[in-house]
Structure formats: C-alpha cells, structure tokens
C-alpha cells in the first residue's frame, strides 16, 4: 500500500500562488508516475498534470504556462506550483500515483478556492 498525504490548499485571490505538496510513504518502490487531479462540484475528475520518475510531464492545456508539476525521488514528494490562479481553478486537488504500472493510488484530497 502507498500513503499519499497532500498539503498546501487554501483559499487565494484570483490572480494569486499556491504550492500543493504530496508526500508518499509506504510501499513506495515502483512509483513510476505521480501526478495531480481535480474535481470541481458537479464536475467529473481531470487530469491537471502528471510526472515521470524520468521528469516527463503532461499538462491539462486549461494549464498549461500557469501550473508546474515537479518532483522530489529522493523525498518521493510531488509538487504543483500553481500561479495566475483563476475561479475557474477553484476544485478539490488530488494527488495521484501509479506504482508498477498497475496499482493506483489516490490521496485525501486538497481544497483550493479561488475568489474573483
């Protein structure tokens, strides 16, 4: 089993910075991909971005030169450096990894509003 506990959510101003943390422990060999979603009330889940252990990264294009996704090996820790925030980007953040390609696992989940 992995543990993925996020961190980092809040409430900002539209325009304004968040930096969400996710830290894995447990069973964590294997952990190829780690990545970030989204749900929004009424909304079905999204992909915000994702990372390879290698540091390929994938971004939802609603994004894309405003979010950041890195990532820690040595701390197992992913990262989403989020800027330029919009209403729009107002959702639950769930941290999100994939271990030997097969076994999925998900955090709490994060709550970041954005007021306009």
């Known amino acids: 089993q992995v543990h993925l506990v996020e961190s980092g959510g809040g409430l900002v101003q539209a325009g304004g910075s968040l930096r969400l943390s996710c830290a894995a422990s447990?069973?964590?060999?294997?952990?190829?991909?780690m990545g970030w979603y989204r749900q929004a009330p009424g909304n079905q889940r999204e992909l915000v971005a994702r990372i390879t252990r290698d540091g390929n990264t994938n971004y939802a294009d609603s994004v894309k030169g405003r979010f950041t996704i890195s990532r820690d090996n040595a701390k197992n820790t992913v990262y989403l450096q989020m800027i330029s925030l919009k209403p729009e980007d107002t959702a639950v953040y769930y941290c999100n990894c994939i271990r030997f390609s097969t076994d999925i696992y998900w955090g709490q989940g994060t709550q970041v509003t954005v007021s306009s």
């Open positions: 447990g069973s964590i060999r294997g952990i190829n991909v």
